[in-house]
Each structure stands twice: as C-alpha cells, then as structure tokens.
C-alpha cells in the first residue's frame, strides 16, 4: 500500500512538472507569435518605413515608438514568467529575454533614426549637418544589433531545445 501512495506521488509530481514545462513552453510560443506580429505581420513596420520614404518623420517616430513599447510589454511577460523549477526553464527564459531585448536596442535605433531625420528637415542648417554625421553611424550600430539579433537566435533555438528534451516535450 505504502508503494502504491508512494508512486501514485511520483507520477502525480512527474506529471505537475510536465503541465508546467508544456505551460512555460507555450507562453514562450504565444510571446514569439506577438513579436512577429508587432514587427513584421501587422504592417507597422512598413508603414514606418513608408513614413521615411515619404519624409514624414514624425509619423515614423510615432510608429517606432509604439512598436518599442509593445515590445517592451513581451519582455516585461518574459521577466514574470514563473519557470518553477522546470530543468532548463531558466535558461530558456533568460535566453528569450536577451532575443527581445536586442529588438528593444533595435526599436530604439529607429526611434533616434526618426528624430534624426525630423532634424534634418528642420531650416537649422548646422542641426540637420551633425544629425546627417550622426545618421550614418546608425547603420553600423544596426548592422551590430542585427548581427547579435542572429546570434541570440541561434542560442534560443539551442535553448528551447535543450529545454524540450529536458522535459520530454516534442
């Protein structure tokens, strides 16, 4: 009887565990779906772009601004997300916050690039000469960000397979 109790516990606890990797695992999944939806899928990011394009800074600002804020909000979800106890849960989760955060480093860019550009539309002719010199540096602080971006998607595509085959999840 002792055995009976003692291994209906085991597999009650193995079981708990399991629901809450497969938990963990899936608010990971709807947080990567956000994501791609605020930067690529709903439009904003070529409505920003267009905005530049038609010189209107002031738009693109607005749009790079909300886009970091949503953003903001998936990381702020990431830093709650309880990993209780789960093997690998930490790191996984600590390597999708790093992933979010370079996009954060990245909405930021944009948003000093707009301001940048409403600059050099200004009639301040010495302004819009040291924000075009600074404008040109963005790119080579965009091309880091996005070198990084790669990197860290490697590691939390290693992450979340680490974390699938520690808990038994396919």
Do not use: H, W
Not at 138 to 164: E, P
């Amino acid at each position: 009887m002792n055995n009976l109790i003692a291994i209906s516990l085991v597999l009650l606890f193995a079981s708990c565990r399991s629901q809450n990797a497969v938990k963990f695992r899936n608010e990971t999944d709807s947080i990567e779906k956000q994501a791609f939806k605020i930067l690529v899928a709903d439009s904003l990011e070529g409505t920003r772009l267009r905005a530049i394009q038609e010189k209107k800074p002031e738009a693109a600002l607005k749009i790079a601004k909300e886009q970091r804020a949503l953003m903001q909000e998936l990381c702020n979800k990431i830093g709650k997300m309880d990993i209780n106890n789960i093997p690998e849960a930490k790191s996984f989760k600590n390597v999708n916050l790093n992933y979010y955060k370079l996009f954060l480093t990245l909405k930021d860019i944009d948003i000093r690039d707009a301001k940048l550009l409403m600059d050099i539309a200004s009639n301040d002719k010495a302004n819009a000469q040291k924000a075009t010199e600074i404008l040109y540096t963005l790119t080579d602080k965009r091309l880091n960000i996005n070198d990084r971006i790669i990197q860290a998607a490697k590691k939390m595509s290693n992450a979340r397979a680490s974390f699938s085959k520690a808990n038994k999840i396919f």
